[in-house]
């Protein structure tokens, strides 16, 4: 039982480049989160899913787009990065019926220059 | 939208005391959940602690206690006997029906021997 797994650990991405963020999970959790966290700040959301097919826009959506075709995968795709978007990216996916604790992914450090 | 604020950046403790974490969030829901996360250097998240809105009975997990004040849409959390594996980043999170999970900006814990 891996959880939540996200790869790559760590990117360096070029300004104008484009990237997609993986996410897996394998708890069969419904819901699935995407967050920035920015040196020294909260984590900020991006985009969530309730379920494979629906997504939804979180408090930091420009720059980034999902989608959820399986309820395993949940893949942030950063197009045109800018060095704003330099961050940390976490993914997390909750079961609401077991109680609503969200398990986090490592995290993707992502540079862009 | 809700929001969830935390208003200390910075909190230390000497070891064995006790240290109180604020935190206040807005929202016009009457059922929610409630979060306390931490996040030591390794950037692993970890749940500490979890409260529902409609159990007035604050929650507490061995060292760790909240104080829930519904009216004053005010959630701390108190830890006793402070230990150095504590320090950490402390987030305050609040989930509703619409399924987002919304961070505070988190207030960083140092423990001195």
């Known amino acids: 039982n891996a959880g939540v797994t996200q790869t790559p650990k760590f990117r360096i991405l070029k300004i104008g480049q484009s990237m997609t963020l993986q996410c897996a999970q394998d708890m069969n959790h419904n819901y699935m989160y995407w967050y920035r966290q920015d040196p020294g700040m909260g984590l900020k959301l991006i985009y969530y899913s309730v379920g494979a097919g629906i997504t939804d826009k979180g408090e930091v959506p420009n720059g980034y787009n999902v989608s959820r075709s399986t309820t395993e995968d949940f893949p942030l795709r950063l197009e045109l990065a800018a060095p704003s978007q330099t961050s940390v990216y976490f993914c997390a996916s909750i079961s609401r019926e077991a109680g609503t604790e969200a398990f986090f992914g490592q995290g993707t450090r992502l540079t862009v220059v | 939208a809700q929001t969830v604020t935390q208003s200390q950046p910075e909190m230390s403790v000497q070891e064995a005391e006790t240290v109180t974490l604020s935190c206040t969030y807005d929202?016009?829901?009457?059922?929610?959940?409630l979060f306390w996360y931490k996040q030591p250097p390794s950037r692993q998240m970890i749940l500490v602690i979890r409260q529902e809105a409609y159990k007035q009975q604050n929650a507490t997990e061995n060292r760790f206690s909240v104080n829930f004040q519904k009216a004053a849409k005010s959630f701390s959390l108190k830890i006793s006997d402070s230990q150095l594996g504590d320090a950490a980043m402390y987030f305050c999170a609040y989930m509703d029906d619409t399924d987002k999970l919304i961070f505070g900006t988190g207030t960083r814990l140092q423990v001195f021997p």
């Open positions: 929202t016009s829901e009457s059922d929610y959940y």
